[in-house]
């Protein structure tokens, strides 16, 4: 029925879910799969968290949806919490990564007069054409073209390529703390430090992308905090809701009053029940201090897998619960092998097998998991 009656834009693994609890997912058979991919980066605070659920429902009994059109409490607590926690100071809602980047793109255009975007080889921004024609991959992108003009595409990590890029028509550059879809490419140390200081000296919006790394994925609520600086736009989506849809595109205070009634808007962005997941799940990371897990977890997990020996490794990267083992051969087939032995990872950029587990994650499930990794490749 699925090869019937739906598109065929995903390749999917010989598997149909049924359930999921905490780090767990469980097919129709009753089989328990470890899952360190956590619904690609969604899943924060763990599968069927039971405040969460609840909260949910309640909401879902009281109010969905009642448009942009009027005000609601949820929609002003969570922006200013998320201007709290970020240091940013206003919020627009949306429902995905991808629509956080347009509004972003756009945002930065209006505020700046100017239209030219520098972007990251191999960066990942979504499918809709503004964070599509931001994205490196043209595989991706030909088979749609023409791309909006003006994006300009240049090494990450490196500061004087970034320097010589900018140009008088220069809007903002735009890019992930950490390239994710990438492989998990972690840039060196104040690299992002010099990056904003350089955006400051030429006058240049820094628009990060942290709809991977946000949501306390690398260890702090957003990963530009690890080099203490202040971009002037920040977007967020994934773990936020811990799987219900969200986006969030973040701004100064300055830059964000620019927009005025008319000029950008949805239709379902804000809507309650995202409100709410978001409120929540909030709310769980700080009662059960899992941003502080991620780290401590991440860095055990990262110790755990560069114990492995294999002639097959390249190398191994992480940041909090986001990382990776790059291999010399392509990762696709351990995907499945790790998969047979109820373990769920993917496979990015063809050769990194990447983990995005949930933030509850103990030492003893990652020992489960690395131990199945290991067998794996041997
Ligand atoms: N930006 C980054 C860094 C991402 O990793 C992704 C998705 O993987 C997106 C944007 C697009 O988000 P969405 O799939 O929610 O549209």
Redesign the pocket.
């Known amino acids: 029925m699925e090869k019937e009656y739906l598109w065929n834009t995903y390749k999917r693994y010989d598997l149909v879910l049924k359930r999921g609890k905490g780090c767990y997912l469980y097919d129709y058979d009753g089989r328990k799969y470890l899952d360190f991919l956590g619904g ?2 969604t899943c924060s605070i763990g599968h069927a968290n039971g405040k969460l659920v609840n909260a949910i429902k309640k909401q879902a009994g009281k109010l969905l949806n009642a448009s942009n059109l009027f005000y609601t409490e949820e929609q002003v607590r969570l922006a200013k919490k998320l201007a709290e926690l970020s240091g940013l100071s206003k919020c627009f809602f949306s429902n ?4 956080a ?1 347009e509004a972003a793109i756009k945002l930065a255009r209006q505020y700046t007069g100017k239209n030219e975007i520098i972007c990251m080889k191999h960066s ?4 809709t054409f503004g ?1 599509l024609s931001a994205t490196w991959d043209k595989k991706i992108k030909i088979p749609f073209g023409p791309m909006l003009k003006k994006f300009v595409h240049i090494k990450f990590n490196n500061i004087e390529v970034l320097k010589k890029s900018i140009t008088k028509n220069t809007a903002a550059v735009l890019m ?1 703390p950490i390239q ?2 990438a492989g998990v490419l972690i840039p060196d140390r104040g690299y992002l430090k010099k990056v904003s200081k350089i955006c400051k000296e030429k006058n240049v919006l820094l628009i990060l ?5 946000g949501a306390g994925r690398t260890g702090k609520f957003l990963a530009f905090q690890h080099e203490n600086i202040k971009p002037d736009i920040v ?1 967020m ?2 773990g936020l809701a811990n799987g219900v849809p969200i ?1 969030v595109t973040l701004a100064g205070k300055k830059v964000a009053d620019l927009l005025l009634p008319g000029m950008h808007g949805t239709t379902f962005g804000g809507n309650l029940l995202s409100m709410q997941a978001a409120l929540t799940v909030i709310q769980i990371m700080e009662e059960k201090k899992l941003i502080k897990n991620a780290k401590l977890m991440g860095k055990y997990f990262l110790n755990e897998l560069k114990k492995i020996k294999s002639d097959k490794i390249k190398e191994v990267r992480g940041k909090g619960l986001m990382l990776a083992m790059e291999l010399n051969v392509k990762g696709a087939p351990f995907v499945e092998k790790c998969l047979k032995k109820g373990l769920i990872i993917n496979c990015a950029h063809d050769y990194n097998l990447r983990f995005l587990p949930p933030f509850i994650i103990s030492k003893t499930e990652i020992d489960k998991g690395v131990g199945i990794i290991k067998e794996v490749l041997k």
């Open positions: 690609i980066g995905s990564g991808t629509e980047v990942f921004h979504g499918r964070s992930e994710g879809e992308d942290e709809v991977q790394t977007v989506a994934k986006g």
